[in-house]
């Protein structure tokens, strides 16, 4: 492999990370794609835009999320000292409000009058809902019918919130064709509607914007690690669905070659039962939803569905960075299964007294296989994307928990 | 304009253009509701009146895809429907029709599975002239459009109403076989355009090509595709003919005895429809 100066560079002109990314939509929506690329370029440039982004992540979301020193798990683990960077204690619980605070300030910027979104486990929906509360714009939202039976309480703040709710019920029913629904609405009303995207992933120039929002992750991790210890991290660990809130915390470390830096997915029942959602691990390259990128799928290019316990992970592809970053081996990409995700559920409960969301219990797990045999002055850090309250009733369930 | 692969659809518009008339492109998915019947439906559709026929490959994901077709799709999949068996379906069928012209239409990433150049090979062989491939615009054209073209495939673009003056010679400059107007901003099926307003978009494609320009998206009856022949090279009629199908499915979801004569009756008044059009001559 030819070293490469940095892998920071971003995109090509054309929207691609190597061979993934791109632009594959209709042509219909494509004049509006370069709109929002073109916008995209002058905004990232504008300080001004900056400013009011970091003004709301400040004073809105409560930013900077706290870097935190997990000592019992780190005790308990007997090797490395373990991290959390703190994102579930964001406004909305998760990471994701940093993105659509970012696109919305994009969306008003371009005129936008009307907000779509997809959500699966409703975790975006929220996010997005909530900043269309907050910029007083019409927000809809497209969710497969079995998840807003499954989520139910992210179904009715989002109603609270102002949006509309739409099920989604073609295909199969769940995030995928949420997605594919939302790109039908912007179909037909391309002029006043702008998409926002839950995840770094879709057409360019999303993969590549929502990195640039989610990236105040790591860049607070980079100076609160320098503060705290003086140095910077050794591992980064971050589950993986999309990507984004794995993407957010590796993207400022990826040059530097002392950091260690590794992705989880979702094994769901295990990669080899077929039911998982590890699109880097059990997928390979295809096209879908915009971009080039791993996806799961069969022998005739048809997608399959993904599963996990987490229903934020479960989504048949990844943002297309990723595929890059594994092709090139700067990134380790690693898998968790349903019940690896349960158990670090409930040791960080018991250990530190935080509920964490099913997603980042992915990334605890592999925390709980590699810190034991590492050394004592070995820094993790651990990205704490979500919260678990969402998460409680599938978690009373398999604990058998009548609720 | 970039190389232009003489096909069966070059052959077909000429003659179309002799005849002084637009043509009607149908389109139905392989495999929808099950092989056999998507098969009779094609051995009859040009005898009912198809002068080019288009094959929707089916996808899980068709994102520019309206209800009707989705669910086809879903059908023709779940009947064990791939783009392979697709690619039989044309070579059976060409051995008994060695003139209709044949587009495949559908997603990229079939294409991109079964190996862009192995498809190209296999597509020419079994009898394909174009390809409709819905999420491949100009700006991906390395990926399948210009190895078609070198495989003497037609790769047709669609355009829409979103489609500028300013982008459009970037849509035209590799387009071949035709330029397909999607009539509505929209997905297939849902909506129906007003025939002027078609009228201005096709002057301002046919201001920058020569190529034929078809229309699609929203037509329905007879009559719209009366009124669209009337102003462009040929309409295109999809989602109608999929609801006949989907009509005379039975509560196991399987096919009626009615099925193939429900289609090809309405490709017989689309035929008919089309074949009355005035085409008025438009100073472009």
Redesign the interface.
């Given at each position: 492999m030819n070293k490469l100066n940095t892998f920071r560079s971003g995109v090509d002109e054309s929207g691609h990370f190597g061979i993934y990314g791109g632009r594959f939509v209709a042509e219909t929506l494509m004049p509006l794609i370069l709109d929002v690329e073109k916008a995209w370029e002058e905004a990232r440039k504008d300080d001004d835009f900056w400013a009011e982004f970091d003004y709301l992540m400040k004073h809105y979301v409560g930013r900077p999320s706290p870097l935190y020193f997990a000592e019992r798990l780190t005790e308990h683990f007997g090797g490395a000292k373990v991290y959390f960077k703190r994102d579930e204690l964001n406004h909305t619980g998760a990471h994701k409000i940093n993105n659509t605070i970012g696109q919305i300030l994009l969306a008003r910027r371009m005129g936008k009058k009307r907000i779509i979104a997809e959500t699966g486990a409703g975790q975006h929906g929220v996010a997005t809902a909530t900043v269309c509360a907050l910029f007083g714009m019409p927000c809809v939202v497209y969710m497969g019918e079995t998840d807003v039976e499954r989520q139910k309480p992210n179904v009715f703040r989002m109603r609270l919130l102002g949006a509309e709710i739409v099920p989604v019920t073609a295909g199969t029913g769940t995030l995928k064709d949420a997605m594919n629904e939302a790109l039908r609405d912007w179909v037909a009303n391309v002029e006043e509607t702008f998409y926002i995207i839950g995840t770094a992933a879709g057409p360019h120039p999303y993969p590549v914007m929502v990195r640039d929002f989610q990236c105040i992750i790591g860049n607070e991790t980079r100076e609160q690690m320098q503060e705290m210890e003086g140095r910077l991290p050794d591992t980064l660990v971050a589950a993986i669905g999309g990507g984004s809130n794995a993407i957010g915390l590796f993207h400022p470390f990826l040059d530097d070659e002392s950091v260690n830096i590794i992705g989880v997915e979702a094994a769901g029942h295990g990669i080899e039962s077929g039911e998982h959602c590890a699109s880097l691990n059990g997928g390979k390259p295809g096209v879908l939803h915009g971009n080039r990128t791993y996806l799961l799928q069969d022998d005739d290019g048809q997608i399959k569905d993904g599963y996990s316990i987490s229903a934020g992970l479960d989504y048949p592809g990844i943002g297309p960075e990723h595929s890059w970053l594994r092709d090139i081996g700067r990134v380790e990409y690693v898998s968790a299964t349903d019940t690896d995700a349960l158990e670090a559920f409930k040791l960080c409960t018991a250990k530190e007294g935080i509920i964490p969301a099913l997603e980042p219990c992915h990334a605890l797990a592999h925390v709980a296989r590699i810190a034991p045999d590492l050394p004592k002055d070995h820094l993790i850090v651990m990205n704490m994307c979500g919260r678990g309250d969402k998460d409680i009733f599938a978690v009373a369930e398999r604990f058998g928990f009548e609720m | 304009m970039s190389k232009q692969p003489e096909t069966r659809i070059t052959r077909r518009f000429a003659q179309l253009r002799a005849e002084g008339r637009a043509g009607l492109v149908t389109f139905t998915t392989a495999g929808d509701p099950d092989t056999e019947t998507s098969v009779k439906i094609l051995e009859g559709i040009a005898e009912a009146g198809a002068d080019m026929i288009e094959i929707g490959v089916?996808?899980?994901?068709?994102?520019?895809d309206?209800?009707a077709i989705?669910a086809s799709s879903?059908r023709a999949?779940k009947g064990g429907m791939?783009?392979?068996k697709t690619l039989g379906i044309v070579a059976e069928y060409r051995k008994k029709d060695d003139e209709t012209p044949i587009v495949l239409m559908g997603?990229?990433?079939?294409?991109?599975?079964?190996g862009v150049d192995a498809f190209l090979a296999d597509a020419k062989k079994a009898g394909v002239d174009g390809l409709i491939v819905?999420?491949?615009?100009p700006?991906?054209e390395g990926e399948l459009c210009l190895p078609a073209l070198d495989a003497g495939v037609n790769f047709i673009?669609?355009?829409?109403?979103?489609?500028?003056d300013a982008?459009l010679p970037r849509?035209l400059e590799h387009a071949s076989g035709f330029v397909y107007f999607?009539s509505i901003?929209?997905?297939t099926g849902?909506?129906s355009a007003q025939a002027t307003d078609v009228a201005g978009h096709v002057a301002r494609i046919k201001a920058k090509t020569d190529l034929p320009v078809a229309v699609g998206f929203g037509i329905r009856t007879p009559e719209q595709a009366a009124e669209i022949a009337g102003v462009a090279d040929a309409a295109v009629v999809g989602s109608a003919l999929v609801d006949q199908i989907t009509a005379n499915l039975d509560d196991n979801g399987k096919p009626g005895p009615g099925t193939v004569d429900a289609v090809l009756g309405l490709v017989r008044s689309l035929a008919e429809g089309v074949r009355s059009a005035k085409k008025t001559e438009k100073a472009s």
């Open positions: - | 089916p996808f899980s994901d068709p994102m520019a309206g209800p989705q879903l999949i791939s783009l392979r997603y990229y990433n079939p294409i991109y599975i079964y819905v999420d491949l615009p700006e991906e673009y669609l355009t829409a109403p979103t489609t500028t982008r849509v999607v901003t929209g997905i849902t909506r």
